[in-house]
């Protein structure tokens, strides 16, 4: 039987030729978390989801961080989910911990507390999410922010309190100021704008500046208008207010008109939103240590893009405001 060994070593070369034939092995995915890159990658051409909680999205100046931000993601290859907390910093931690379940790579927050927002914070760091602030930082030490990028609330205060004196200089009198305590940026701003009063009341001599009340604004108009009127009612006689925002600075406004206080009252605000400049354009605020919200959003993308490129980030990053008066408001282009 000479046919049988031939055909055991036939079907002995078919069987190596189909092993032979086989696909090798899948290539390792290179999604493995690593420490600039906590978050798998997904698989499509999008890089990741970066999850904003925004302060409040009926203020413009976030609502300009929002869309810079969204473009300038767009630009690296991420998504973006933008949500608004509505000054409720319950809310807020709500939207981190949706942003964890969807598996966001990176979390952005205004903080609407700058210290109760910490046990959300602290959830996501659990979570392997890297957390970024921007505008109003994290004043709490039970969690970890990579980078907070804002204004230099700190100088920009000291801004609004030279342009103060400046206008008191020589007759001194009553002041105001419309709070945000809530929110670490505030503190600064008024932090600064103190520091200035105080060392001019130092060497003062006839012209004190007294500032008698310190109302909460909660940043917004309706509430500005609230604490501007109780301010002008306890005290007749008020020469300024500082507002810590530029609705603040309009809901006062609108409450000096209506008590026909608006000559004597003078309005420092603080922004250099849209609103604010026509408002300095037309008289009815003195001026605005001015910030850039636009400048904030990219550069915010931009530490992220940086982080999960592995390169060093800074943890805060602070851009100089500038004073903003009338004059300037003349020559602006945003208000042809």
Do not use: W
């Amino acid at each position: 039987m000479i046919l049988r060994p031939i055909l055991i070593a036939l079907t002995f070369a078919i069987c190596l030729t189909g092993c032979n034939n086989s696909k090798p092995p899948a290539p390792p995915s290179d999604t493995a978390n690593t420490p600039s890159n906590p978050n798998p990658q997904p698989v499509s051409g999008v890089k990741g989801t970066i999850g904003y909680s925004a302060l409040t999205l009926t203020n413009p100046f976030f609502t300009v961080i929002a869309d810079t931000m969204k473009a300038e993601a767009k630009k690296q290859g991420y998504e973006i989910i933008v949500l608004s907390a509505d000054r409720d910093v319950k809310k807020q931690a709500d939207h981190v911990h949706d942003f964890i379940v969807k598996g966001v790579s990176a979390i952005v927050l205004n903080p609407c507390d700058s210290q109760s927002i910490g046990p959300a914070i602290a959830e996501a760091n659990a979570a392997g999410i890297p957390v970024f602030t921007n505008d109003i930082k994290y004043a709490g030490d039970q969690a970890k922010v990579v980078c907070h990028i804002a204004t230099d609330n700190f100088q920009g205060g000291k801004l609004a309190g030279d342009a103060l004196v400046k206008l008191l200089s020589g007759t001194g009198g009553k002041v105001a100021i419309l709070h945000f305590p809530q929110a670490e940026s505030c503190q600064m701003r008024v932090k600064g704008f103190l520091e200035v009063v105080n060392a001019h009341n130092e060497k003062a001599t006839g012209d004190k500046i007294d500032v008698v009340t310190t109302l909460d604004g909660g940043g917004v108009r309706d509430e500005g208008f609230k604490a501007a009127k109780d301010a002008i009612e306890a005290h007749p006689d008020l020469a300024a207010i500082f507002a810590i925002n530029d609705p603040s600075a309009l809901g006062a406004r609108a409450a000096l008109e209506a008590v026909n206080k608006e000559a004597q009252v003078k309005i420092i605000g603080f922004d250099g939103q849209i609103t604010g400049k026509q408002a300095i354009r037309d008289g009815k605020i003195l001026c605005d240590p001015i910030q850039f919200p636009d400048r904030i959003g990219s550069m915010t993308i931009e530490q992220i893009t940086k982080y999960f490129g592995g390169d060093q980030v800074p943890q805060e990053l602070l851009i100089p405001s500038e004073l903003y008066y009338q004059a300037d408001a003349e020559k602006d282009p945003e208000l042809k």
